[in-house]
């Protein structure tokens, strides 16, 4: 069974510019979770939906946007990007039939310069 | 506020010795856990979890101990091999909130398995 992709797996950006990142979760899940990892530190919650709804978010300015489609695939929004955004950005799907564990994915590099 | 912390950033044990990480927690209304384990440039693996009913669970080499008292839990890898060196990093939930899926990170130890 596919596990959850991420993609673009790199990314290079510019301050001030745009990125969407992309998530596909495991089949059958239909909860999706962003975290940003920063070197050196644990991943910090950024966004949970299930069934296409917010339904929690940490603490992050409202540059950070997120949505979930029909299919329950999801992306991560970022403007205006600022050179502290660099980091590893998680996506970890969840299985609601009974186990609490979330699966990660392999992560997007962002690189702002 | 560090919910969850993890005090040791690095560990090295003999391999066929056991490893012993620790972790802490603050929030008393955590109650599912779990241990990840990452290496460089991927994201983190599941290991094993624990729920805050019970004290100890087992998944092979690996075993989670929950001491609610203390807010303090534990994962034991026992042979440890050279495959276990990662960064290990302990999380923590608050379950009974359904469909509030933060999970609340430590900031990792780095286990070496020496030859």
Known sequence: DAGVTQSPTHLIKTRG???TLR???ISGHKSVSWYQQVLGQGPQFIFQYYEKEERGRGNFPDRFSARQFPNYSSELNVNALLLGDSALYLCASRDFSGSETQYFGPGT????? | ????KQNSPSLSVQEGRISI???DYTNSMFDYFLWYKKYPAEGPTFLIS????????ED?????FLNKSAKHLSLHIVPSQPGDSAVYFCAASDGANFGNEKLTFGTGTRLTIIP
């Open chain 2, 50 to 57: 624990i729920s805050s009913i019970k004290d100890k669970n």
């Open chain 1, 23 to 25: 998530c596909s979760p």
């Open chain 1, 17 to 19: 510019q745009h990125v």
């Open chain 2, 21 to 23: 990480l620790n972790c």
């Open chain 1, 109 to 113: 590099r962002l690189l702002v310069l």
């Open chain 2, 1 to 4: 506020d560090q919910q969850v």
């Open chain 2, 60 to 64: 092979g080499r690996f075993t989670v």
